[in-house]
């Protein structure tokens, strides 16, 4: 079974930087592309970067370019979210998802519980 | 980037209804559409995948259909579990070109 557990959620400082980590068990972690989506209190889901199965690519939502860096460890079967420059609008709860591959069609078929990111001074 | 946009913003229905939502794309996405549903503080869940697929262990009322730039998600009889909040997203790839990963605004289903 796919299980995806989140963590390094906090209250941070405007500025200041955070790891979000998540675990993930239960497949071939190496196999897939990972994505952090986050949602924002109240509002809607936002893609927010995506690193390829064997790290090789990797993308990112232009609000976040030059501060976020997206990693992964294959060997660790983790996948992580170094945040840095931090902003009141990065507040949100930030979840880690697989992204599945069939005949050229890609979807988000397994998703963590989220962890709380807050931006506060 | 491509923009998903959904209508309408919020549905009120009631149990055993037949309610149809719409996810409209700024430009052609073929059949790379995907559909969500979120409960408050939980994690969104696949229902469909490929615009018209059910994702295993999904219940058949629901049903997605559409491509190009123009999709549903219909619910045929509404149960009580599904009051929620339902987000498209669009998964379309360019040969050699990554697309970012968007999402409509939702649409929140109520009683």
């Known amino acids: 079974q796919v299980h995806l557990v989140e963590s390094g959620g906090g209250v941070v400082q405007p500025g200041r930087s955070l790891r979000l980590s998540c675990a993930a068990s239960?497949?071939?972690?190496?196999?897939?592309?990972m994505h952090w989506v986050r949602q924002a209190p109240g509002k809607g889901l936002e893609w927010v970067a995506v690193?390829?199965?064997?790290?090789?690519?990797?993308y990112y939502v232009d609000s976040v370019k030059g501060r976020f860096t997206i990693s992964r460890d294959n060997s660790k079967n983790m996948l992580y979210l170094q945040m840095s420059s931090l902003r009141a609008d990065d507040t949100g709860v930030y979840y880690c998802?697989?992204?599945?591959?069939?005949?050229?069609?890609?979807?988000?078929?397994?998703w963590g519980q989220g962890t709380l990111v807050t931006v506060s001074s | 980037d491509i923009q998903m946009t959904q209508s309408p913003s919020s549905l009120s229905a009631s149990i055993g209804d037949r309610v149809t939502f719409t996810c409209r794309a700024s430009?052609?996405?073929?059949?790379?559409l995907n559909w969500y549903q979120q409960k408050p503080g939980k994690a969104p869940k696949l229902l469909i995948y490929?615009?018209?697929t059910l994702q295993s262990g999904v219940p058949s009322r629901f049903s997605g259909s559409g491509s190009g730039t123009e999709f549903t998600l219909t619910i045929s009889s509404l149960q009580p579990e599904d009051f929620a909040t339902y987000y498209c997203?669009?998964?379309?790839?360019?040969?050699?070109?990554?697309?970012?990963?968007?999402f409509g605004q939702g649409t929140k289903v109520e009683i």
């Open positions: 998802a697989r992204e599945d591959l069939v005949g050229g069609y890609t979807w988000f078929d397994s």
């Open positions: 239960g497949f071939l972690f190496s196999s897939y592309a």
């Open positions: 690193i390829w199965y064997d790290g090789s690519l990797k």
């Open positions: 430009q052609s996405i073929s059949s790379n």
């Open positions: 490929a615009a018209s």
């Open positions: 997203q669009q998964s379309y790839n360019i040969p050699r070109t990554f697309t970012p990963r968007t």
